[in-house]
């Protein structure tokens, strides 16, 4: 006889049977008759084509032939298995255990996401949150090759299969050095002052060159910095303008190193933020829970 697989109903009767020495507890503990018990060993042995159960006398214990005790401790361990995984599973569900990585921006990282991943971590101590940094258009990739479970980023996905919710608004405003003057004709000026702009692929860049288009503002000359604190800076050291989220300008305005264009603040300079998943991979719990809270929990930034 060659064996290739087992019954493993069968093999959870004869373990059973086993393990508390009885046909009629074994009936009791799985709901089935005893006769249906006897049948299945019988298959069993059949099947394996060796004697498992000893058939003693009536009264007598039940016990094992040598083979029935080789498959017990065979059966143990696949048992033993069998409810570590449901015991891991059923932690995961119930968020005791497990792993949630969000991709995001270094803005959002950096300014928004901070008081969402207190509330979470105090709430699921037990989940590990791991994030990864990096601009719209390698996270919507990170999403694609599935190494990232939700992601926040500025601006709307370019991939059909990415989707997308809104979650805030990111306000911006235009940012000059807080030593300098402006002219009575601030939209001239601009146009011939350097611009500090993101990096290809950044959503910040994305909406920057949309919304400064909608407001006719022209841009001749720029510099290209990889991150909003770093143009940030840059414009405070007067090394020229830039369209920033006021969050990353907040300090340095109250501290009169930028100023912000008041002819272009409110919902004219406003970028939309959104939460993205990968349409094809169902969500973790973890990811749902996590996915709930940033859109229940209301943040004023």
Same mark, same amino acid.
């Given at each position: 006889?060659?064996?290739?697989?087992? $019954?493993?109903?069968?093999?959870?009767?004869?373990?059973?049977?086993?393990?508390?020495?009885?046909?009629?507890?074994?009936?009791?503990?799985?709901?089935?008759?005893?006769?249906? +018990?006897?049948?299945?060993?019988?298959?069993? /042995?059949?099947?394996?084509?060796?004697?498992?159960?000893?058939?003693?006398?009536?009264?007598?214990?039940?016990?094992?032939?040598?083979?029935?005790?080789?498959?017990?401790?065979?059966?143990?361990?696949?048992?033993?298995?069998?409810?570590?995984?449901? #015991?891991?599973?059923?932690?995961?569900?119930?968020?005791?255990?497990?792993? !949630?990585? +969000?991709?995001?921006?270094?803005?959002?990282?950096?300014?928004?996401?901070?008081?969402? @991943?207190?509330?979470?971590?105090?709430?699921?101590?037990?989940?590990?949150?791991?994030?990864?940094?990096?601009?719209?258009?390698?996270?919507?990739?990170?999403?694609?090759?599935?190494?990232?479970?939700?992601?926040?980023?500025?601006?709307?996905?370019?991939?059909?299969?990415?989707?997308?919710?809104?979650?805030? $608004? #990111? @306000?911006?405003?235009?940012?000059?050095?807080?030593?300098?003057?402006?002219?009575?004709?601030?939209?001239?000026?601009?146009?011939?002052?350097?611009?500090?702009?993101?990096?290809?692929?950044?959503?910040?860049?994305?909406?920057? !060159?949309?919304?400064?288009?909608?407001?006719?503002?022209?841009?001749?000359?720029?510099?290209?910095?990889?991150?909003? /604190?770093?143009?940030?800076?840059?414009?405070?050291?007067?090394?020229?303008?830039?369209?920033?989220? $006021?969050?990353?300008?907040?300090?340095?305005?109250? @501290?009169?190193?930028? $100023?912000?264009?008041?002819?272009?603040?409110?919902?004219?300079?406003?970028?939309?933020?959104?939460?993205?998943?990968?349409? #094809?991979?169902?969500?973790?719990?973890?990811?749902?829970?996590?996915?709930? !809270?940033?859109?229940?929990?209301?943040?004023?930034?």
């Amino acid at each position: 006889m060659n064996l290739h697989s087992l $019954n493993l109903q069968s093999l959870r009767v004869f373990y059973t049977v086993a393990k508390l020495e009885s046909f009629s507890r074994t009936a009791e503990a799985l709901y089935i008759s005893q006769p249906a +018990i006897s049948k299945s060993i019988k298959d069993l /042995e059949h099947q394996l084509d060796i004697q498992l159960i000893e058939r003693a006398a009536k009264g007598k214990k039940l016990s094992l032939t040598e083979a029935g005790h080789a498959l017990f401790e065979h059966a143990r361990s696949i048992f033993a298995i069998e409810k570590a995984a449901i #015991d891991d599973i059923n932690a995961r569900t119930g968020l005791k255990r497990g792993t !949630l990585v +969000i991709g995001t921006s270094t803005t959002i990282a950096s300014y928004w996401l901070p008081t969402y @991943l207190a509330q979470f971590c105090a709430k699921y101590p037990d989940i590990k949150v791991e994030l990864q940094v990096a601009n719209t258009a390698q996270i919507e990739q990170a999403l694609l090759d599935c190494t990232i479970d939700l992601a926040l980023v500025e601006g709307s996905p370019s991939q059909d299969n990415i989707m997308s919710k809104h979650w805030q $608004n #990111d @306000l911006m405003s235009i940012v000059y050095s807080g030593q300098k003057t402006l002219p009575k004709n601030s939209k001239k000026w601009l146009a011939k002052q350097q611009w500090l702009l993101r990096e290809a692929g950044s959503g910040t860049l994305e909406i920057s !060159l949309k919304l400064l288009s909608e407001q006719k503002i022209a841009i001749e000359k720029n510099m290209v910095l990889g991150s909003n /604190e770093a143009i940030a800076r840059a414009v405070a050291q007067g090394m020229g303008v830039a369209l920033l989220p $006021n969050v990353v300008t907040e300090d340095l305005v109250q @501290l009169g190193k930028l $100023n912000r264009f008041t002819d272009y603040e409110g919902e004219g300079f406003s970028r939309p933020l959104y939460q993205l998943r990968y349409r #094809d991979r169902p969500s973790s719990h973890a990811a749902q829970a996590f996915e709930k !809270l940033l859109f229940n929990l209301k943040v004023c930034m």
